[in-house]
Nanobody, 114 residues
Framework: QVQLVESGGGLVQPGGSLRLSCAAS????????VNWYRQAPGKERELVAS???????NYADSVKGRFTISRDNAKNLFYLQMNSLKPEDTAVYYC????????WGQGTQVTVSS
């Protein structure tokens, strides 16, 4: 099994920055892909960014150029660096790890408001 705990969310002004962390534990050697998803009230969950075992990354068009996904294998940490934040980025952000199965953290709230 894999356990995931997100942290780093909070309130930030438009144009500001925030870094989310996802701490992984358990059978982390099984992880092939880590995704960051987000879900705003009344909206569908959307995939924001992904990073593979080999380090390749992909981003949603809405965040490309502003967000960066990365990892620290020694610390079993995955990050989402968010820059130039907009009010429409407000959502609960979830870390998702893919093995044979899919594992989810409990989410961290990001609110972008002046």
């Amino acid at each position: 099994q894999v356990q995931l705990v997100e942290s780093g969310g909070g309130l930030v002004q438009p144009g500001g920055s925030l870094r989310l962390s996802c701490a992984a534990s358990g059978n982390i050697y099984l992880i092939n892909v880590v995704n960051w998803y987000r879900q705003a009230p009344g909206k569908e969950r959307e995939l924001v960014a992904s990073i593979t075992r080999g380090g390749s990354t992909n981003y949603a068009d809405s965040v490309k150029g502003r967000f960066t996904i990365s990892r620290d294998n020694a610390k079993n940490l995955f990050y989402l660096q968010m820059n130039s934040l907009k009010p429409e980025d407000t959502a609960v952000y979830y870390c998702n790890a893919i093995t044979l199965l899919s594992y989810w953290g409990q989410g961290t709230q990001v609110t972008v408001s002046s």
